[in-house]
């Protein structure tokens, strides 16, 4: 069963986690959601579905991936909230945002990770660090 996994941001590390997840040859359902509608041309090459609204597709996702600007999650999170499935797990790369200060802007509890990486994730070649993880 592929798993379905939506990404908020398309930037650079977005781009990076797609190669990677693209050269090791794995099957999965990717959604990438971003406003802005010209990084849909640098995403064609990877196969995934390019949004730049919120569907009820995210209620379907495995992992939600958010990898947006710090200062741009509480509105994310407060969009999104009733679109998230409780078995969905959360894995968070933004920079100095806490797992707390997530699920404080969550109206229920969710797995959340929060995770850093390196640019090398585009070769294969990256490593993640494990910071924080809250389970339910």
């Given at each position: 069963m592929?798993?379905?996994?939506?990404?908020?941001?398309?930037?650079?590390?977005?781009?990076?986690?797609?190669?990677?997840?693209?050269?090791?040859?794995?099957?999965?359902?990717?959604?990438?959601?971003?406003?802005?509608?010209?990084?849909?041309?640098?995403?064609?090459k990877?196969g995934?579905s390019f949004?730049?609204?919120?569907?009820?597709?995210?209620?379907?996702?495995?992992?939600?991936?958010?990898?947006v600007?710090?200062?741009e999650?509480?509105?994310?999170?407060k969009?999104?909230?009733?679109?998230?499935?409780?078995?969905?797990?959360?894995?968070?790369?933004m920079?100095?945002?806490?797992?707390?200060?997530?699920?404080?802007?969550?109206?229920?509890n969710?797995n959340?990770?929060?995770?850093?990486?390196?640019?090398?994730v585009?070769?294969?070649?990256?490593?993640y660090?494990?910071?924080?993880?809250?389970?339910?």
């Open positions: 592929k798993n379905h996994i939506t990404i908020f941001g398309a930037g650079n590390l977005t781009r990076s986690i797609l190669n990677g997840i693209y050269l090791s040859n794995a099957s999965h359902n990717i959604d990438v959601i971003d406003v802005d509608k010209k990084k849909r041309i640098g995403l064609k990877y995934v949004r730049t609204d919120y569907t009820d597709s995210i209620s379907k996702s495995d992992f939600i991936l958010l990898l600007k710090p200062k999650y509480i509105k994310l999170i969009s999104i909230d009733k679109l998230l499935n409780k078995k969905t797990i959360i894995i968070s790369f920079a100095g945002i806490s797992i707390k200060q997530i699920q404080d802007n969550l109206s229920a969710f959340i990770i929060r995770a850093m990486t390196n640019l090398t585009s070769n294969g070649e990256g490593y660090i494990l910071l924080q993880q809250n389970t339910v």
